[in-house]
């Protein structure tokens, strides 16, 4: 059977992109040179029904040969694509030349889901957990001054009616449903009134209007220097965004919006005070985040040890906590280790490849803290860019993660006048990352010249040591006694 299918301007039907035109002939040459399924070819060729008035009748001639379950797929297709509007269904984007074997292959995936009596592919992508973009110190302020539950219901806001910019309060309601985002009517209502202004506005006629990303971190930044300046101390928003679930108990999205802070920070190494003061929140608070996150956050426990002896190098006791304690190395060499701030490696969560208006929203945010905090601008003349991009407000580099980055680093100070002592101070020390232990540990070394000696598992087991503190306390017993019986004060 021969079959052809031509495009004529007088027929009264729009001309297809030139190609879905070349897709549609490739593959009614494939159904007459007899290449591939039926089938497939049949419902790939059902996608592209509303382009042409030919080929719906020339789908139903050819399902009119198949069996019920074949013809069940093939006219499923060719309702879902007359349906459509033709630009929802614009296959014009695709890129390829030759699509049509792919196509093929992606109409037989689905026709095998189907005889198994499974879901199509279009219906697991609907059932999939809403992902959308955040910003991470967006976020992060939400939690410090308790909006995230607002800052949730905008962030579905911004995702389903980004493109008009408002919606009613019903298709919203059920837009959250849909989202995993469950409230109440009482309570979702009292939420649209308290972010009224923040995140979006309220009209008379009961549209919800989205505000922008731009004003959104502009009201935030107000709000966070007026309740908590902490917050917009050294962090400010307006970074690349990263993409969380928004389904779940608001605990959860907390804990998510969390994670997403520790992986756009690239997996810091950080105390947990400085999280306690960045989050506006207790350590309990943190702990249970990070329980709720289970495999998605790892926290590796660090410590950091140094070769300096305080008995010939007195600068070193400037540098030792009240908890350092003195530990023993397989040569016999007692050098001195404390535990430092945790490291957080983060999975499952990814960044946006772009930053977007990303640069707009800190410039925003600058002016801003600008307007409401002139000592920051010392000078006076301080533009809004250059104190937003600026390393005023950053914490300097104590962490390398090789001993030639601790020294490129001296080198550059030398060049600028700067010896090893004036960039290695009690204020800013400087560690080298030495590998991790066998007890999973991440260990770092304190080293004054910037000269790193010590090694990550240079210690030796805890039994060898107990046995070598037991040993050390007699000597000192017995030194102690020896002074006591030379200064005749032994009985």
């Not at 591939?36 to 001639?61: K, M, N, Q, T």
């Not at 984007?93 to 792919?102: G, K, L, N, T």
Request: include cysteine.
């Amino acid at each position: 059977m021969c079959v052809s299918v031509c495009y004529q301007k007088e027929s009264g039907q729009a001309n297809p992109p030139e190609r879905v035109e070349a897709t549609i002939r490739q593959l009614v040459a494939m159904l007459e040179e007899g290449r591939g399924d039926r089938v497939f070819i049949a419902a790939a060729l059902a996608r592209y029904a509303s382009y042409h008035p030919l080929i719906e009748p020339l789908v139903r001639g050819l399902a009119a040969n198949f069996n019920d379950d074949q013809r069940t797929f093939v006219l499923t297709r060719l309702h879902q694509s007359l349906t459509q509007s033709q630009a929802e269904t614009a296959p014009g984007e695709v890129q390829q030349e030759d699509v049509a074997p792919r196509l093929v292959h992606h109409w037989t995936a689905d026709y095998a889901r189907h005889v198994r009596g499974l879901p199509s592919a279009e219906a697991d992508d609907a059932r999939l957990p809403l992902e959308v973009r955040v910003d991470p110190e967006l976020g992060r302020l939400a939690i410090g001054l308790n909006l995230v539950a607002e800052l949730r219901v905008w962030l579905v806001l911004r995702h389903r009616f980004g493109a008009p910019g408002w919606t009613d309060r019903q298709t919203l309601y059920a837009a959250l449903e849909t989202a995993g985002v469950r409230h109440s009517r009482r309570h979702f209502n009292r939420l649209l009134q308290q972010g009224a202004g923040i995140f979006w506005g309220l009209s008379g006629d009961g549209r919800v209007w989205l505000r922008g990303y731009i004003r959104v971190v502009r009201s935030i930044t107000r709000l966070g220097l007026q309740n908590n300046p902490d917050l917009l101390h050294t962090n400010y928003p307006g970074v690349r965004a990263v993409y969380l679930r928004v389904d779940g108990p608001l605990k959860v999205f907390k804990a998510r919006l969390y994670a997403g802070w520790l992986a756009y920070r690239e997996n810091p190494k950080i105390a947990r005070a400085t999280l306690c003061r960045l989050f506006a929140c207790t350590r309990e608070t943190l702990w249970a985040w990070e329980a709720t996150l289970g495999r998605t956050i790892t926290v590796v426990p660090s410590y950091t040890q140094t070769a300096v002896d305080p008995r010939e190098d007195d600068r070193i006791v400037d540098y030792l906590p009240d908890h350092a304690y003195a530990y023993l190395t397989r040569h016999n060499e007692v050098r001195i280790r404390w535990q430092s701030s945790n490291v957080y490696h983060i999975r499952l969560i990814r960044q946006h490849s772009h930053k977007g208006q990303a640069r707009k929203a800190r410039v925003a945010a600058a002016k801003e803290i600008l307007s409401l905090r002139p000592a920051e601008n010392r000078a006076g003349n301080c533009p809004e860019r250059q104190f937003a991009f600026g390393r005023g407000h950053w914490e300097e580099r104590q962490y390398f993660a090789s001993a030639d980055g601790l020294r490129r680093f001296l080198r550059w100070g030398q060049a600028r006048g700067l010896a090893a002592e004036d960039l290695i101070t009690p204020a800013t020390p400087r560690y080298v990352f030495r590998g991790v232990d066998r007890n999973e540990h991440a260990l770092y070394e304190l080293a004054l010249d910037g000269w790193p000696c010590t090694g990550a598992n240079e210690r030796i087991s805890i039994r060898r040591e107990y046995v070598w503190r037991r040993a050390e306390r007699r000597c000192w017993l017995v030194q102690m006694k020896e002074d006591a019986v030379t200064t005749g004060k032994w009985g």
